[in-house]
């Protein structure tokens, strides 16, 4: 959330409003200063609720205001669901696991109003944001203001996927690991079913998407790994990414992937980061 803070600097819809009294229609600044003073009045991020929150609220787990990492290329905030069915050993969100409204989506609805113009995107994340029953709801509430809407998804529901999979310009869907190991991440059975399911939907609605990998060698070695990064490249996955495991962010990675290995997946994919 510190991140945030730069965009907030940038307060709006104050000290114009005189301005925007005095008129002046066909002149190109003063239409600047009135569409300005139109906005709803600056806003500071939503905080988390302390009344707990009518049963029916969606799980809005956490929100990052200002983010240019969570979609490459975009400036975005981004939506945490709070929820996941999966318990994939090496979660970083543990406490967005289960289900709970954390903070009022009509704020967080009242807040991106007044981002307008000022971010390109809305990123729902998690937890698993498709375990949210309403997000198709979320999803429209956030396009009606003008905003590209990005997922972050384990591809756990491919029929709410398909949902809403019209309605998405960007997604960035987690592989766990081939097929002998996706269980043994997710601490699920049989979880790789749903998503290939997924894949196979993103790949022929012919969505902009990555897939993503967090790698570590003793869960995955890397003739594996290179094993099923081949296989996504032949089923036509063009953006792939291999985040290195580590202890907590910024921490040294344990064994890096091999150079060759970089080489060649940068052969493979349109798009190849190592981060
Ligand atoms: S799918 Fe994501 S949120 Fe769910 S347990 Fe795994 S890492 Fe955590």
Redesign the pocket.
Known sequence: MSAASSSNAVPEGGSPQGNSQAGGAGRPAAQAIRLLADRPAYAAPPQPVIQPLPRHSPAVGGLVPFSTVDWPGQLAAVVFISG?P???H??H?VE??TRAARYDWREVRAFLETRKGLLDAVVFS???PLSEPRLPAMIRDVKRMGYRVGLHT?GIYPLRLADVLRHLDWVGM?IKADAKGYDDI?GRRDSQRPALACLTQLLSAGLDFECRITWHPDWLDESRLMALARELARRGVRQFAVQAARAAPGAPVARALSNQAQGELRQAFQEFSYR
Do not use: V
């Open positions: 996941c999966w318990r994939c090496y979660c969100n967005l696991q998690g937890g698993e384990a987690d997710t």
